[in-house]
């Protein structure tokens, strides 16, 4: 799920959508990496969709000002801001350092990494 289509939706995740794992799991993903839904709750991105996730979304499109449906669309405002948005935070809060967690869809071999900020240890800072 590198590149510039690695984000890319097949059809539309959220209430009356397809739902397919895939594209739910990207947008999981990408509410995670934003801040708007806590994966670890699920132990990772499941590839489900569900009241949490609905709720995420209408956060997320709430606080950026879009429609707010509960929906993310292929090539959709939604999905669109969700990429951008991610894209941009990719610093670090002060004692956090970046690194790549391999997330996976439990029970099927579809598996990419994803950056994650993570506190430095005690005692800190990267030893050289």
Request: charged share 25%.
């Amino acid at each position: 799920m590198q590149g510039s289509n690695g984000f890319r939706l097949s059809e539309p995740v959220g209430w009356y959508g397809a739902n397919k794992r895939l594209d739910v799991a990207k947008v999981k993903n990408l509410l995670g990496m934003t801040g708007y839904l806590e994966l670890g709750v699920t132990d990772g991105t499941t590839g489900y969709f569900g009241t949490r996730m609905d709720q995420a979304i209408k956060g997320f499109q709430k606080s950026y000002g879009l429609k707010v449906d509960g929906r993310a669309n292929p090539g959709g405002e939604t999905i669109n801001a969700l990429k951008g948005v991610a894209k941009s935070e990719g610093d670090c809060p002060d004692g956090y350092h970046e690194t790549m967690e391999r997330v996976c869809i439990p029970l099927t071999k579809i598996c990419w990494y994803v950056r994650k900020c993570v506190p430095y240890p005690a005692g800190g800072g990267i030893r050289g």
